[in-house]
């Protein structure tokens, strides 16, 4: 007696080749999203009415905010999402840079604990100020979540990317644990926000 098919074995097939393709799909975006964070770069014409660095990066992102304002690339310079604890002196230490600048042009933001809080704070600050034209400074890998979630809040306002690269390089997947997921992390969060 011969034996036929088991009916089960195509639709289990299918299912498996299905999952395959999904994840192998996956895999493709989230290198994609990599890669254009890795190649971002800065347009060194780029100016402003004003200036948001992004809380994160070692103090990296605050020293390039307030570099940017040293250069008159921006009147002022808000730091959103620092921790209310730490005071302006701990961030001159932190992040150094000309001490006229934070004198005269830096307002820190301490409201903020997440990138929705980040958007909520700035979009105050920017209509309370009248700004229209705003350099967004964070990490290169964090950039595209942040101007989506910062434009949704001021969609009247322009914003400006200004990306920095920070101790988490999405050019070092793999080489770099850290980096790996870190930016993994990020892409499943941006991948969400633009589902939403």
């Known amino acids: 007696m011969s034996r036929g098919r088991h009916p089960r074995r195509s639709p289990a097939r299918f299912g498996t080749m299905l999952v395959v393709f999904v994840l192998g799909l996956l895999a493709i975006d989230f290198l994609l999203f990599a890669q254009r964070a890795a190649n971002m770069k800065p347009d060194p014409a780029v100016k402003g009415d004003a200036i948001v660095a992004l809380t994160g990066g070692s103090g990296l992102r605050i020293a390039e905010g307030?570099?940017?304002?040293?250069?008159?690339?921006?009147?002022?310079?808000?730091i959103s999402g620092v921790h209310p604890d730490v005071t302006m002196e701990e961030l001159i230490e932190l992040a150094g840079g000309d001490p006229d600048v934070w004198a005269c042009c830096v307002t820190i933001g301490h409201a903020a604990e997440t990138t929705l809080g980040n958007a909520d704070e700035t979009a105050a600050w920017a209509y309370e100020n009248g700004y229209h034209d705003l350099i967004v400074v964070t990490s290169d890998y964090h950039m595209a979540r942040s101007v989506l979630v910062l434009q949704d809040a001021m969609p009247d306002l322009t914003l400006e990317p200004w990306p920095v690269r920070t101790v988490i390089d999405p050019s070092h997947l793999f080489t770099d644990y850290r980096s790996l997921k870190g930016v993994f992390l990020e892409w499943a969060k941006w991948r969400v926000t633009t589902l939403e």
């Open 66 to 78: 307030v570099k940017l304002v040293s250069e008159g690339r921006g009147g002022h310079l808000l």
